[in-house]
């Protein structure tokens, strides 16, 4: 790969870092073909990103990016795919699923929201994670019960009193 290619790479690699929130680090290497197209099919169906990556390529690309990897850059080493998505838990869920059947991939690391994760055991930490628009359903559902216990309960009580009144007027 020449100068050109290479600093044209770390170009398209620093704008994509620039665009996302959430990128995984993961290792594939030793997956066969068939579970690689697999992996690659659910991570296009679930709207995620997968591509192989050389390590030094892509610590420069995080270098120049403006975004804080941390500790990030540690992890490159030996075979590198990064996975790029909006929501911050569905590669994670990628990956477990995959993992039922083999031990590949392995995680890496993870870039969330200004988050840094490092390390495989964070796996099921990472799936926990719950989206923005989980979180912001959990909001409205949690501001609409106060509302509709008031109403219920106006609604019962109105029925008492127009009970109470009909009684006190048929006296």
Sequence with gaps: MTREEKSRVIEDLTAQLAETNVMYIADISGLNAETTSNLRRACFKAGIQLAVVKNTLLEKAMEASDNDYGDLSSVLKGNTSILIAENGNAPAKIIKEFRKKSDKPILKGAYIHQAVFIGDNQLDALIAL?????????????????????????????GKIAGIVKTLSER
């Design 130 to 158: 719950k989206s923005k628009e989980e979180v912001i359903g959990e909001i409205i559902g949690i501001l609409q019960s106060p509302a509709k216990n008031v109403v219920s309960a106006l609604k019962s009580g109105g």
